[in-house]
């Protein structure tokens, strides 16, 4: 019987021995699936987290680039609108002077055209003066070849005396 008892123990030891065997399997095995459960939700977080940060970064950088597009486009636009304006005030300048130029000419010509037809007014003026100052002494007479605007006023037949014209009276 002890023997028989010595057998029982030796498989009870046997069956304990390969129970713990089992349990310590299974805790190993639980303990590595943990492990690698672990590092499976680290290595996730990390990759999560490395996505938000290079999305954010990303997002950072075209906000950058958009701000420094429109900026760039709103100084193109400012510029371009400054050469057109001052493209357009240099043509009106020129314009009006151009105008202002055209004006004075015409002004010019006109001042010529009216000195010009003031002149010859004055001109019959004073030969109309003339010709009646000439009738009115008796000087204008086209036909008498005696006729000489230097001697006009002399008697010929006196010459220190002078004629008295019938026509004018007054002399």
């Known amino acids: 019987m002890a023997s028989h008892q010595n057998q029982d123990l030796s498989h009870k030891a046997g069956e304990l021995t390969g129970q713990a065997q089992v349990k310590k399997d299974e805790f190993l095995n639980q303990a590595s699936d943990m492990s690698q459960?672990?590092?499976?939700?680290?290595?996730?977080?990390?990759?999560?987290?490395?996505?938000?940060?290079?999305?954010?970064?990303?997002?950072?950088?075209?906000?950058?680039?958009?701000?420094?597009?429109?900026?760039?486009?709103?100084?193109?636009?400012?510029?371009?609108s400054a050469q057109d304006k001052a493209s357009n005030v240099s043509q009106s300048t020129q314009d009006k002077a151009s105008n202002a130029s055209h004006t004075a000419q015409d002004i010019k010509d006109q001042?010529?055209?009216?000195?010009?037809?003031?002149?010859?007014?004055?001109?019959?003026?004073?030969?109309?003066?003339?010709?009646a100052v000439k009738s009115t002494l008796g000087m204008n007479n086209p036909n008498d070849p005696n006729?000489?605007?230097?001697?006009?006023?002399?008697?010929?037949?006196?010459?220190?005396?002078?004629?008295?014209?019938p026509n004018n009276p007054r002399i």
């Open 37 to 80: 459960s672990v590092q499976n939700k680290a290595s996730n977080a990390s990759q999560s987290v490395q996505n938000k940060a290079s999305n954010a970064s990303q997002s950072v950088q075209n906000k950058a680039s958009n701000a420094s597009q429109s900026a760039q486009d709103k100084t193109s636009n400012v510029s371009q």
């Open 111 to 131: 001042a010529t055209h009216l000195l010009q037809q003031t002149s010859e007014q004055v001109k019959n003026m004073a030969q109309g003066a003339a010709e």
């Open 147 to 165: 006729s000489n605007p230097s001697n006009a006023n002399m008697n010929p037949s006196n010459p220190s005396k002078p004629s008295i014209n």
